[in-house]
T-cell receptor, first 115, second 111 residues
Framework: AQKITQTQPGMFVQEKEAVTLDCTYDTSDQSYGLFWYKQPSSGEMIFLIYQGSYDQQNATEGRYSLNFQKARKSANLVISASQLGDSAMYFCAMRVRNQGGKLIFGQGTELSVKP | DGGITQSPKYLFRKEGQNVTLSCEQNLNHDAMYWYRQDPGQGLRLIYYSQIVNDFQKGDIAEGYSVSREKKESFPLTVTSAQKNPTAFYLC??????????FGEGSRLTVL
């Protein structure tokens, strides 16, 4: 069965510092995608970054990077130079090609950025 | 602008009433999805549809129903059989691979 695990219910980071949000996944499929979404208090889901299972290099998008360790089945999100606007819930998700394209979500990590 | 539109944004329901949440997309995506989110929790899949006139149950389909008569539309009905319907509902659509695009959500409260 496919599963996403986020073990950090809440995290604090000082403004301008970097922070790592943990994510591990479980699947027996070889073709899958890993995603991170941000959900501010307004409730909308904002796509941040994507990593394909066959991608050789770690994905980066501006201040976001994904530390992909396939053998360990981990896909941690690194946010560099944290900003106050980064305070939100962060969800790791997996999409398996053979499972109807549905996204499977973790429980989320609530990030609070301190000034 | 292209995107996903959910309505209403807020909805109040009396116990025993059915309610329908609307989801419309103009992104030309084949696949559409309905998720439920409870406070402090992740998203759980209710129903999904990969093509018009076809849909599949997700992990928590009991008490819900859907239809997919048009590619652009995937309405969700919360029936009186759903025992705890108060939640935040999110609709999404997407291509075969890549990220899903989400609407702004509908917040349902049972009075």
């Amino acid at each position: 069965a496919q599963k996403i695990t986020q073990t950090q219910p809440g995290m604090f980071v000082q403004e301008k510092e970097a922070v790592t949000l943990d994510c591990t996944y479980d699947t027996s499929d070889q073709s899958y995608g890993l995603f991170w979404y941000k959900q501010p208090s307004s409730g909308e889901m904002i796509f941040l970054i994507y990593q394909g299972s066959y991608d050789q290099q770690n994905a980066t998008e501006g201040r976001y990077s994904l530390n992909f360790q396939k053998a360990r089945k981990s896909a941690n999100l690194v946010i560099s130079a944290s900003q106050l606007g980064d305070s939100a819930m962060y969800f790791c998700a997996m999409r398996v090609r053979n499972q109807g394209g549905k996204l499977i979500f973790g429980q989320g990590t609530e990030l609070s950025v301190k000034p | 602008d292209g995107g996903i539109t959910q309505s209403p944004k807020y909805l109040f329901r009396k116990e025993g009433q059915n309610v329908t949440l609307s989801c419309e997309q103009n992104l030309n995506h084949d696949a559409m999805y309905w998720y439920r989110q409870d406070p402090g929790q992740g998203l759980r899949l209710i129903y999904y549809s990969q093509i018009v006139n076809d849909f599949q149950k997700g992990d928590i389909a009991e008490g819900y129903s859907v239809s997919r008569e048009k590619k652009e539309s995937f309405p969700l009905t919360v029936t009186s059989a759903q025992k705890n319907p108060t939640a935040f509902y999110l609709c999404a659509s997407g291509p075969r691979a890549g990220e899903l695009f989400f609407g702004e959500g509908s917040r349902l409260t049972v009075l």
